[in-house]
């Protein structure tokens, strides 16, 4: 059974930093390329960022040079580094597995359960 685990998130101020992580199970995660999705209250599921399986990433334009994705394949995990944090960036965060390692292909079959990250002073 797959299963994929957010946790991280919480209440910071804005300029403030968090890192999310989610490990995964069930899947080999070494050979899948791993992404992370967030969405705001009303507004639809965007995505953030991605990395392939050779590590190399890609991001939303909106948080490049803010955010940093990267992975651990020995714990089976992938984490998303969040500096210079703002109140837009205030959502729902999703770990996806699974999908294309091009940020403009689809996301894959596989999600976790989400994690709150409010930005808000």
């Known amino acids: 059974q797959v299963q994929l685990v957010e946790s991280g998130g919480g209440l910071v101020q804005p300029g403030g930093s968090l890192r999310l992580s989610c490990a995964a199970s069930?899947?080999?995660?070494?050979?899948?390329?791993m992404r992370w999705y967030r969405q705001a209250p009303g507004k639809q599921r965007e995505l953030v960022a991605v990395?392939?399986?050779?590590?190399?990433?890609s991001y939303a334009e909106s948080v490049l040079g803010r955010f940093t994705i990267s992975r651990d394949n020995a714990k089976s995990t992938v984490y998303l580094q969040m500096n210079s944090l703002k109140p837009e960036d205030t959502a729902v965060y999703y770990c996806n597995a699974g999908g294309s390692p091009s940020f403009a292909g689809p996301g894959g079959a596989y999600w976790g359960q989400g994690t709150q990250v409010t930005v808000s002073s």
């Open positions: 990395i392939t399986s050779g590590r190399s990433r």
């Open positions: 069930g899947i080999t995660f070494g050979i899948l390329a």
